[in-house]
């Protein structure tokens, strides 16, 4: 009996535990992805209900311009123990997206760590953004402090839970709009 072909997991889910952060400083469905490797190593990207990621956005530009001062394309790191990485908090912002509807969303750490390296070939190729989110399109790969690794999930969210708040968002939305018409 010839066994059902099995889809092989990505890249992405075989070796990196996906964390959520929602409603990221209050704004809602504002939601980032924090992809955990086993070695610490943490890649930052959109959660797939960011309104970047909706369809009928388009993006304008991406700037890793933070302040006049601050520019997370002057990071620079050297060495095995990367020195010289600038050090987030969990509310650092990484970058800004605008997009062609006047639409400006600000991207965070959402962990605190070292910067290791910001994504430039998003700021030539936006659509790396909405297309490849999990791969291509990340923001920033953050390494957090070894004695720290272990509880930078806390004030995260696990797949499971991810999918809760978005199914609950859903809901909401119908309710609201069943409400709505009736009026």
Known sequence: MAE??????SMVDRYFSRW?????KGKPSEDHCILQHSNRI???????SHPVLQSGKKIKNISYQISAN????????????????????????LCRIQCTDGE???IYSC?????????ENILQEPSLLQEKPSTEGYIAVV???????????QGLIN????QDVISKRHKAAEELEILTSTV
């Open 70 to 93: 601050c520019s997370r394309l002057q990071n620079k790191v050297s060495g095995k123990s990367k020195r010289g990485g600038q050090f987030l908090t969990e509310l650092a912002p």
């Open 143 to 153: 390494l957090p402090k070894f004695e720290e690794s272990k509880s930078i999930t």
């Open 4 to 9: 059902e072909a099995q889809a092989c997991p």
């Open 104 to 106: 400006e969303y600000t």
């Open 111 to 119: 962990i605190r760590g070292r910067l290791l390296e910001v994504n």
């Open 159 to 162: 797949q499971e839970l991810y």
């Open 42 to 48: 943490c890649v930052i990207t959109l959660a797939e």
């Open 20 to 24: 959520y952060k929602t409603d990221v």
